[in-house]
Nanobody, 123 residues
Framework: QVQLVESGGGLVQAGGSLRLSCAAS????????MGWFRQVSGKEREFVAR????????SYADAVKGRFTISRDNAKNTVYLQMNSLTPDDTAEYYC????????????????WGQGTQVTVSS
């Protein structure tokens, strides 16, 4: 029903910036809450950021607050994650997700997921 395609990952030095994009096809994202998650091999996937369908409510994990910004362009059916002041602890596979009513701060309730994009931050 919804396909999410992520891009923008790569290798960056500590202190640098990257912008991740998540483009949707199949249906508009305007009615969906969108989230970003990340996962390191051998560890649990963790919440990063979330944005409401109206973009009026945004939330972030404590680890990224003040450095990352989630945004959306419903006309383009695209969600973004601007990542600034990156550190090696931000190295992970990043995933975007869409859901009608996802649970706060968890994966529960997200119906669609992107393929993931790798972010590697060198010291």
């Amino acid at each position: 029903q919804v396909q999410l395609v992520e891009s923008g990952g790569g290798l960056v030095q500590a202190g640098g910036s990257l912008r991740l994009s998540c483009a949707a096809s199949g249906r508009t994202l305007s009615s969906y809450t969108m989230g970003w998650f990340r996962q390191v091999s051998g560890k649990e996937r963790e919440f990063v950021a979330r944005i409401s369908w109206s973009a009026l409510i945004r939330s972030y994990a404590d680890a990224v607050k003040g450095r990352f910004t989630i945004s959306r362009d419903n006309a383009k059916n695209t969600v973004y994650l601007q990542m600034n002041s990156l550190t090696p602890d931000d190295t992970a596979e990043y995933y975007c997700a869409a859901g009608i009513s996802p649970a706060w701060g968890t994966q529960r309730g997200y119906d669609y997921w992107g393929q993931g994009t790798q972010v590697t931050v060198s010291s």
